[in-house]
C-alpha cells in the first residue's frame, strides 16, 4: 500500500514511518524541516530512515499547493497520514498566524488533493488539549468548543473541515487524539526530553507552576501502533483517543522518575504558570479498544527506562540544543 505521510522529520511521523517500513508499506515522506526546534534531531531521525528502499523523503510544505500536487501526481498515495503541524501549545501565543496556515490551510490542501486523487483515507493528528475545561477521563464525544491555546484551536479547525470533506465527498476520514507522546528522540520543546537533557547536563529544570499539573504520558510505540491499525481497521468518519488511559502524572512525579533513573536530584526552579497549559489530561480509550482493538502496552516507568537508555546510548551524542 503507498502512504503519504507529512511530516516524517517529526518526532511521530518518524517513527511512524519506521513501523511502516518494517511492514513493507511504500512510503513518501515529505517535510519542511522548519526550526521550531533544533534540526540535527530531525536529521537524525530521517538518517534512521535512509537505508529502507521502500521510503522516499521529499523537503516540501504542506503550505504550498503546487508542490504537494506534484507529490500527489508522482507518488499516488492510497493513505494520507497528516502529521505535520505546528505542535507548541505554549509557542503558539507566540506566534499564532503559523498555527493557521500549516494547521488548517496546509490540512485544507492535503484535503482537497486526497478528493482530487482518489485517496481512499485520510488520517489526522489531534490532540487532547482540545478537551480543556472537560471532566475527566475525556471522551470523543465532549463538546470541545473551548480551546484554550490557538494550536489546539488550530487543530479543532483542521478537525471539522476534514469532517466536510467526509461529508461532501466521502472521503474516510480518522481523527486520532494524541496524549502527550514521549519516547526516543522525542520533541525538545516538550517535559519529557527537556527535563531529561537538563538533568543530564546537571542544569536546573524549569516548571511552569506548581508542578502538580498532569499529563497521560503515552509512549510513542503505542500511538504508532494506533495509527497503522486505524489504517488497517476502519472506515468513515470517526474521531479515537490514544492515550495511555491511566490516572495521569504529575510534571512533580515525572522528575522523581528521571531522579531514580539518573541517580541524580534534580535542581527545579519554579516559573509562572502558564495560561494555555491544561491542569490535566486523561484519556479514556474505550472507543480505541473496540474499534481498533488497541491497547496501550508500555507503562510510564518503561518508557522512561528505554527513553533514559537511548539517550545515554546515542541521543546527547547529537548534539542539540533545547
Ligand atoms: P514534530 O514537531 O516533531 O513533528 C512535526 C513535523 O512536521 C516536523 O518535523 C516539522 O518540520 C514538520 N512540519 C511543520 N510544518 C510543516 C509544513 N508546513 N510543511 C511540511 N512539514 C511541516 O511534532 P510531533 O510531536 O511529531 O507531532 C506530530 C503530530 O502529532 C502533530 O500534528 C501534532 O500536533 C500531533 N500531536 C502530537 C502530540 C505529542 O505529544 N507529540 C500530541 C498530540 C498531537
Ligand atoms: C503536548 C504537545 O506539546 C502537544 O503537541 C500535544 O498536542 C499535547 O501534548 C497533547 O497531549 O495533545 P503539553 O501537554 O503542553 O503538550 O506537553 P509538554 O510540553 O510536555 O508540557 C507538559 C507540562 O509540562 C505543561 O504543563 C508544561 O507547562 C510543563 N513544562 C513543560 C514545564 O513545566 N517546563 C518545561 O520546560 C516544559
Do not use: C
Not at 483515507?121 to 472537560?134: D, E, M, N, R
Request: hydrophobic share 40%.
Amino acid at each position: 500500500m503507498r502512504i503519504l505521510l507529512t511530516g516524517v522529520a517529526g518526532f511521530i511521523g518518524w517513527k511512524t514511518a519506521e513501523f511502516l517500513l518494517k511492514d513493507d508499506y511504500e512510503v513518501t515522506g515529505i517535510d519542511n524541516i522548519n526550526d521550531y526546534y533544533d534540526i540535527r534531531l530531525k536529521e537524525y531521525r530521517l538518517s534512521k530512515l535512509k537505508p529502507f528502499k521502500n521510503f522516499r523523503f521529499i523537503k516540501g510544505d504542506i503550505e504550498n499547493h503546487e508542490f504537494l500536487k506534484e507529490v500527489f501526481e508522482e507518488a499516488k498515495p492510497q493513505v494520507v497520514i497528516n502529521l505535520a503541524a505546528r505542535a507548541g501549545v505554549r509557542a503558539s501565543i507566540e506566534n499564532p498566524h503559523i498555527y493557521y496556515t500549516t494547521n488548517v490551510m496546509g490540512n485544507l490542501n492535503l484535503l482537497e488533493l486526497s478528493i482530487k486523487y482518489n485517496v481512499e483515507k485520510f488520517i489526522l493528528a489531534s490532540t487532547s488539549s482540545l478537551y480543556a475545561g472537560q471532566k475527566m477521563p475525556f471522551k470523543e464525544d465532549l463538546a470541545v468548543n473551548t480551546p484554550i491555546s490557538p494550536y489546539a484551536a488550530s487543530k479543532k479547525s483542521a478537525e471539522v473541515t476534514s469532517y466536510t470533506y467526509y461529508y461532501l465527498y466521502g472521503l474516510n476520514v480518522i481523527v486520532l487524539r494524541f496524549f502527550t507522546v514521549y519516547g526516543p528522540a522525542s520533541r525538545p520543546d516538550m517535559a519529557p526530553l527537556r527535563f531529561l537533557k537538563w538533568m543530564y547536563d546537571n542544569k536546573p529544570v524549569t516548571i511552569y507552576g506548581t508542578g502538580d499539573q498532569s499529563r497521560d504520558f503515552t509512549y510513542i510505540d503505542d500511538i504508532v501502533r494506533g495509527i497503522i491499525m486505524s489504517i488497517e481497521k476502519i472506515n468513515g468518519f470517526e474521531i479515537i483517543n490514544l492515550g495511555r488511559g491511566k490516572k495521569p502524572v504529575s510534571i512533580i512525579e515525572l522528575i522523581h522518575k528521571y531522579e531514580a533513573l539518573l541517580g541524580k536530584k534534580a535542581h527545579i526552579v519554579f516559573k509562572a504558570p502558564n495560561k494555555a497549559d491544561m491542569e490535566s489530561t486523561w484519556a479514556d480509550i474505550t472507543k480505541a479498544k473496540s474499534l481498533l482493538g488497541w491497547e496501550p502496552e508500555v507503562y510510564i516507568d518503561e518508557g522512561l527506562k528505554r527513553t533514559v537508555e537511548w539517550y545515554l546510548k546515542e541521543g546527547k551524542d547529537i548534539g542539540f540544543e533545547l
